[in-house]
């Protein structure tokens, strides 16, 4: 990714609606669906600034991925040890068949071969494992955002499924989320690109107008992986060895 990206992140990880009610979305979608053993043994993989690592850690015992030398030190200091640094999709020195959980969060898509990544991570799973996967949807929502976080793709719900099958996992649970806000979303992309404003600043709006998007999108907490959910900004899986 761009260094922006990361200095944004850093930035406004604690404060932004979208990154907020997104970590609660997930752990109640862990909850419900992950199955997780009792300190569970959990890797995060594409860290970058340790945002996700409090919620994951209410769920076992966490490590950390992060490639990005800047990115890595701040996950390092709130993780309290040292974050890794092994690459995608080889994860060289990551130990093979002992995570019960492995989290990957908006980081399939940056790797030119995903399937080749997801079947990296299988090999990492202990028995019963499974991973949990987030990336962004629709190829036609291109934009200068995904130009600036070095996205290859975004996926479909049948795409996204497929790579995770050609790594011999099956899917489950897999849908769309941040779809209340994806009108929203879709028409400004649309509007960028039809007026040559395509931009990729992703800072947080007036904090009036981010507390409502934020109360807005936790709204799906109670929705996701329990109801089909009309088409959103991004997809969810748990994927586990077929």
């Given at each position: 990714m761009?260094?922006?990206?990361?200095?944004?992140?850093?930035?406004?990880?604690?404060?932004?609606?979208?990154?907020?009610?997104?970590?609660?979305?997930?752990?109640?979608?862990?909850?419900?669906?992950?199955?997780?053993?009792?300190q569970?043994?959990?890797?995060?993989?594409?860290?970058?600034?340790?945002h996700?690592?409090?919620?994951?850690?209410q769920?076992?015992?966490?490590?950390?991925?992060?490639?990005?030398?800047?990115?890595?030190?701040?996950?390092?200091?709130?993780?309290?040890?040292?974050?890794?640094?092994?690459?995608l999709p080889?994860?060289?020195?990551?130990?093979?068949?002992?995570?019960?959980?492995?989290?990957?969060?908006?980081?399939?898509?940056?790797?030119?071969?995903?399937v080749?990544?997801?079947?990296?991570?299988?090999?990492?799973?202990?028995?019963?494992?499974k991973?949990?996967?987030?990336?962004?949807?629709?190829?036609?929502?291109?934009?200068?955002?995904?130009v600036?976080?070095?996205?290859?793709?975004?996926?479909?719900?049948?795409?996204l499924?497929?790579?995770?099958?050609?790594?011999?996992?099956?899917?489950?649970?897999?849908?769309?989320?941040?779809?209340?806000?994806?009108?929203?979303?879709?028409?400004?992309?649309?509007?960028?690109?039809?007026?040559?404003r395509?931009?990729?600043?992703?800072?947080?709006?007036?904090?009036?107008?981010?507390?409502?998007?934020?109360?807005?999108?936790?709204?799906?907490?109670?929705?996701?992986?329990?109801?089909?959910?009309?088409?959103?900004?991004?997809?969810?899986?748990?994927?586990?060895?077929?």
């Amino acid at each position: 990714m761009d260094r922006i990206v990361y200095d944004r992140m850093a930035a406004h990880d604690s404060t932004h609606w979208w990154y907020r009610a997104r970590r609660d979305i997930l752990a109640d979608y862990l909850k419900r669906f992950g199955e997780l053993p009792a300190q569970a043994k959990i890797l995060e993989i594409g860290c970058g600034t340790g945002h996700n690592l409090p919620m994951l850690a209410q769920f076992g015992e966490i490590d950390a991925i992060e490639i990005d030398p800047a990115a890595r030190a701040i996950a390092s200091e709130r993780l309290g040890r040292p974050v890794g640094a092994a690459p995608l999709p080889a994860l060289p020195g990551v130990p093979r068949g002992h995570y019960d959980l492995i989290a990957v969060l908006d980081v399939v898509e940056h790797i030119e071969d995903d399937v080749a990544a997801l079947a990296a991570m299988a090999n990492c799973l202990a028995p019963g494992g499974k991973i949990l996967i987030a990336v962004p949807a629709h190829q036609w929502l291109w934009s200068a955002h995904d130009v600036v976080n070095h996205h290859h793709r975004r996926y479909s719900k049948k795409t996204l499924r497929s790579a995770i099958e050609r790594a011999g996992l099956k899917a489950d649970k897999l849908g769309y989320f941040n779809s209340l806000l994806f009108p929203l979303a879709a028409g400004a992309r649309l509007l960028g690109r039809m007026t040559g404003r395509d931009d990729s600043d992703d800072s947080p709006p007036p904090p009036v107008v981010n507390s409502l998007f934020e109360t807005i999108f936790r709204l799906e907490r109670h929705m996701v992986g329990r109801v089909p959910m009309a088409p959103g900004v991004s997809i969810v899986a748990l994927a586990r060895p077929a």
